[in-house]
């Protein structure tokens, strides 16, 4: 059974960083784009960075400069760097493949205080 979960979340200060991981199980992460989501309250689920399986990385609007994803194919994990964090980056963070989704982990939760 393919599973992701995700890890790293916590709560930070605005301006303060934190790096999340995902591990997938299975044979998910061979060949395919990876991205993160993140989905804040009230809000609906978007994707903030995408990543290939050669390495070349796409982030949204919102996150270009202060994030960075990364990909360990060895170990099937994909990584979120988050620097300079606003409170608008409050939301759960879950992984998952791009463009079609597969069944989601359970996320992890960045809150950032003002």
């Known amino acids: 059974q393919v599973q992701l979960v995700e890890s790293g979340g916590g709560l930070v200060q605005a301006g303060g960083s934190l790096r999340l991981s995902c591990a997938a199980s299975?044979?998910?992460?061979?060949?395919?784009?990876m991205a993160w989501y993140r989905q804040g309250p009230g809000k609906q689920r978007n994707w903030v960075a995408r990543?290939?399986?050669?390495?070349?990385?796409v982030y949204a609007d919102s996150v270009k400069g202060r994030f960075t994803i990364s990909r360990d194919n060895a170990k099937n994990t994909v990584y979120l760097q988050m620097n300079s964090l606003k409170s608008e980056d409050t939301a759960v963070y879950y992984c998952?493949?791009?463009?079609?989704?597969?069944?989601w982990g359970q996320g992890t939760q960045v809150t950032v205080s003002s």
């Open positions: 299975g044979s998910i992460f061979r060949g395919n784009t």
């Open positions: 998952n493949t791009w463009p079609s989704v597969i069944h």
């Open positions: 990543i290939t399986g050669g390495g070349y990385a």
